[in-house]
Each structure stands twice: as structure tokens, then as C-alpha cells.
């Protein structure tokens, strides 16, 4: 079977124009919708991009404000710990005499009186001399034992005279020596009362 047209050749020809335009219409209104969403999508994006920025760049001149008003403690805590530094190095490390001599105390046995304490530091060694009287011998053997205990004291020798006095009176003259190995560094005094 043949189709035959009785349509004037102008309006086909029109027909397949207009078909052709409203194709070319369509593809370009689906661009410019593609394109009015990314630029809807950018702008809306950039929008809080924006926001994010004023909101850091508030954040940011509160911080700039708040280290002006820190910048005098700071200078103060600068100054505070050039000082204390100077202090350290003038100071140097020495033997903690303090507690040492607490630990000798502590340790000192009932038969035992000390007549004189020695304490020497040349900056690399410290020396400490105990000197006194002991009823006996065993009071001054016990308190070596008892010093032997206590840290910091090493290499303890002990120089013992002859007894003196007579009957229940006699005592023992004893000196005794150690090295010392107990050093602290130099501290603030605030420090040190907070550390305990």
C-alpha cells in the first residue's frame, strides 16, 4: 500500500521545521535549567561560604583582642622566668641539705649526743662530719648501721678516740664522715611550697 499526501509540499516542509526548532527549543531549555541549578547550587553554597567566613574573621579579631589584653602577663611571666633562670644558673645544684640533715636527725640512736655538724659542697662533692659522743661502742656502730640506711650518704667512715671518763661516766669520742650524693636544682621558694 502507498501513502499518498495531499498536504501542500510548503506545510510538510514547515511541519518538519517547526519539529527541528521545538527540539533546539527543548535541548536549550533543559541548559538553561542545568545551568540556572548549578548557578542556584553555587551561589547558595558560596552564600555560606560567606557566613563561615564573616563568623571566623569575628572569631578571629575576638582572639586578636583578648592576646592584647594578655600581652602584659605574658612580658610578666617572660621577665619571671629570666630572672628564675639567672637564679638556677647563679645557683647551680647543691646538695639537699634540708632533708638530709632531717634524716640524720631521725636517725640519731638514745646513747648518742652530737657535739658538731661539718657540711661541705666545692661544687662537685659533698662532704658531711658528724662529731660527738656514744655511751659505748655499740651506740656508735648502731648509728653507723642507721646512717647506712639513709639515702644520699655514701663511703661513711667513722675515726673513734679512746674512751674517756671513768666508772658509769665513760664515753666514746667518735667522728664519723660521709660523701653526700643527694643534689637538688635550685627552685623557686612559691615552687617548692606548692610541691608538697
Not at 38 to 45: E, L, Q, R, T, W
Not at 75 to 87: F, G, M, Q
Not at 169 to 186: M, N, P, T
Request: glycine share 8%.
Amino acid at each position: 500500500m502507498k501513502n499518498i499526501s495531499i498536504l501542500p509540499s510548503e506545510y510538510k516542509k514547515d511541519n518538519k521545521a517547526y519539529r527541528g526548532i521545538s527540539a533546539i527549543i527543548l535541548i536549550g531549555v533543559i541548559f538553561t535549567m542545568l545551568f540556572a541549578s548549578a548557578f542556584v547550587a553555587f551561589y547558595i553554597s558560596n552564600s555560606a561560604l560567606q557566613q563561615r567566613l564573616k563568623s571566623l574573621e569575628g572569631e578571629n579579631s575576638l582572639l586578636a583582642s583578648r592576646v592584647e589584653e594578655l600581652k602584659p602577663y605574658l612580658e610578666a611571666y617572660n621577665k619571671i622566668e629570666a630572672v628564675s633562670a639567672l637564679a638556677r644558673e647563679a645557683a647551680g645544684s647543691n646538695p639537699e641539705w634540708r632533708g638530709l640533715m632531717n634524716d640524720i636527725s631521725e636517725n640519731i640512736p638514745q646513747n648518742v649526743w652530737l657535739g658538731g655538724i661539718a657540711c661541705t659542697y666545692d661544687g662537685k662533692a659533698a662532704k658531711v662530719e658528724l662529731k660527738g659522743y656514744a655511751r659505748d661502742y655499740n651506740g656508735v656502730a648502731e648509728w653507723i648501721r642507721q646512717l647506712k640506711g639513709i639515702k644520699g650518704l655514701a663511703d661513711i667512715s667513722c675515726s673513734l678516740s679512746a674512751s674517756q671518763g671513768s666508772g658509769s661516766g665513760r664515753s666514746v669520742q667518735f667522728e664519723i664522715s660521709a660523701a653526700v650524693s643527694r643534689v637538688q636544682k635550685w627552685s623557686l621558694p612559691a615552687e617548692e611550697e606548692f610541691e608538697r
